[in-house]
């Protein structure tokens, strides 16, 4: 089946077609849960969402060469994930992550050094490769970017890349970020998802760089405080748990609920909300319709174990009832 983006006119009918693509950098690694192994990474997690949705994903990360990693190649392309921009490290073992899961299915994540994605560097070939193509969005987190490496890798990929949009997922991670990783990440960024916690803490950021020391007010203020700081940021998404979501575009902010569900374990929950709230907005749906879609899929991957479960019937029929066009997605 193909994958396409449709552009909506004013009464939110099909204009024409043209093939969604995205591209993410970053971790990709096996998250190990009570003992096993489950592929994961939030780029790959969005990438394989993305694929499920009916996009055409690419991920830039690296692997080690050993069974791990082999594993990873194999379940990804398996996905609808392009692997040709996943790193082959010869020195360096495939990430893996360790989960222990908290009351309500939170999880505590011990994550390995010295992994390959710590190294994702792309020869000129490589990057050649990716500047010749044309991409809807790129997308990229900050966990990442604790290599020094792949910072550089970054900043020539903010520099070379052609994509519509550039959809920065915060997705901080405890001891594996800093203040300046985050705000030069925001100076890149043109669609800003994160949860109430991120959004906390880079407002303080914001606030001891100007010198203030503003108390977080609210989500409201929070958006107008990000957009007059980083002016080429047009959307902004704060995920809520089971609060749903709040976005703010061109001056207006909404609140959008969500349905409350049995938590299995959020591994995996943001990513799904991050594909949806995507797939939804590049489809040419307006934030509001992107927000829902992204509940949706947020609390749906919470509600069952594993970063990336198969979509059921009943899911397809709860997203056909939002208007999402199901003949796009890919099941």
Not at 240 to 264: C, L, M, S
Not at 266 to 281: K, M, P, Q, R
Not at 287 to 304: D, E, H, Q, W
Request: aromatic share 10%; proline share 4%; with cysteine.
């Amino acid at each position: 089946m193909s994958q396409y983006t449709v552009l909506m006119n004013e009464n939110s009918h099909p204009l024409h077609i043209k093939p969604i693509k995205a591209l993410t950098f970053g971790e990709a690694l096996f998250d190990i849960i009570k003992g096993s192994a489950h592929l994961g990474g939030a780029p790959l997690n969005l990438a394989a969402h993305l694929a499920k949705l009916g996009a055409k994903p690419a991920v830039i990360t690296a692997v080690g060469r050993d069974q791990l990693g082999k594993k990873l190649l194999s379940q990804a392309e398996a996905m609808g994930i392009d692997i040709s921009y996943i790193l082959i490290d010869k020195k360096r073992p495939t990430g893996t992550v360790t989960v222990e899961l908290q009351a309500e299915g939170i999880p505590v994540f011990k994550i390995n050094k010295g992994v390959a994605w710590d190294e994702i560097t792309p020869d000129e070939k490589e990057f050649e490769a990716l500047s010749k193509e044309e991409w809807e969005v790129f997308c990229f987190g900050t966990l990442a970017q604790r290599s020094e490496e792949n910072r550089k890798t970054l900043q020539r990929l903010f520099s070379e890349i052609k994509a519509k949009y550039f959809f920065y997922d915060v997705n901080l991670r405890t001891e594996n970020y800093k203040k300046e990783w985050i705000l030069s990440s925001l100076k890149h960024t043109t669609i800003l998802k994160l949860n109430e916690e991120e959004a906390s803490i880079i407002s303080s950021f914001l606030s001891s760089t100007a010198g203030t020391c503003k108390p977080f007010t609210s989500y409201k203020a929070f958006c107008h405080l990000i957009t007059e700081n980083y002016p080429e940021i047009s959307v902004i998404c704060i995920s809520r748990g089971p609060r749903g979501a709040a976005v703010y575009h061109k001056g207006v902010y909404e609140e959008v609920g969500t349905t409350p569900v049995e938590v299995a374990d959020t591994v995996g929950a943001g990513d799904a909300f991050s594909a949806g709230f995507l797939y939804t907005y590049l489809s040419g749906y307006g934030v509001s319709k992107a927000a829902s879609i992204a509940c949706i899929l947020g609390t749906y991957v919470a509600s069952k174990s594993g970063a990336v479960p198969e979509y059921s019937k009943e899911l397809m029929e709860e997203l056909k009832a939002q208007g999402l066009n199901l003949s796009l997605i890919k099941i």
